[in-house]
């Protein structure tokens, strides 16, 4: 209305006040560390992942190759250029177990060694299925070296990397005894043994002695 009390016709402006896009983060919220994890994000055409820059990246791939948490963030913008509010995932990237092998490195052949595994309640002895039994038994009837290998894996399903343990399989040596093999009665015979450092003979103790007197 102006100053002589004239009125003008009435005008309608419309106003739209557009809804706020809803952010969306969808996936495993846990993950063996150096596994991979890879989120889905919804919500709007556009995403902002982190606080990076907005664009049409729809997932993301989750970091592991360190043990802890993290919380993952996700914004949308829509056509209208409304923003959602921000979206935290938390993700929790679980350590891995380690395999230990404990027991002897060395055994006689057809001797008997077993070896302890141990780091969680599964292991995989030699690539076998995972499973309770946490010992061993190394096959010694042939001589020489072999490698044992052990994976264990934890109530997460996260899996050790493989630890190897060698064994020696030491071949027996051999008992040789030299010398006459008859004699007089009341005469001398004394018998030569070899084959290592430590000879037993009929039985006695392990010592240095070589040679045996035949009581005669």
């Given at each position: ?48 992942w982190n606080g990076a820059a907005y664009g049409a990246t729809t997932t993301y ?156």
């Amino acid at each position: 209305r102006d100053a002589n009390l004239c009125e003008s016709a009435e005008e309608t402006f419309t106003v739209t006040v557009n809804a706020l896009p809803t952010a969306s983060i969808t996936g495993d919220s846990e993950v063996c560390q150096n596994g991979s994890l890879q989120l889905t994000g919804s919500g709007a055409a556009e995403l902002s992942w982190n606080g990076a820059a907005y664009g049409a990246t729809t997932t993301y791939d989750v970091t592991t190759t360190a043990s802890g948490s993290q919380n993952i963030t996700l914004k949308v913008r829509d056509a209208n250029l409304c923003e959602s509010a921000e979206e935290t995932f938390a993700v929790t990237v679980n350590a891995l177990p380690t395999a230990v092998m404990t027991g002897d490195a060395e055994v006689c052949q057809n001797g008997s060694l077993q070896l302890t595994g141990s780091g969680a309640a599964e292991l995989s002895w030699n690539g076998a299925a995972y499973g309770a039994t946490t010992t061993y038994d190394v096959t010694t009837t042939a001589s020489g070296s072999q490698n044992i290998t052990l994976k264990v894996r934890d109530a997460n399903l996260c899996e050790s990397a493989g630890e190897t343990f060698t064994v020696t399989v030491n071949a027996l040596p051999t008992a040789v005894i030299t010398g006459d093999s008859e004699v007089c009665q009341n005469g001398s015979l004394q018998l030569t043994g070899s084959g290592a450092a430590e000879l037993s003979w009929n039985g006695a103790a392990y010592g240095a002695t070589t040679t045996y007197d035949v009581t005669t």
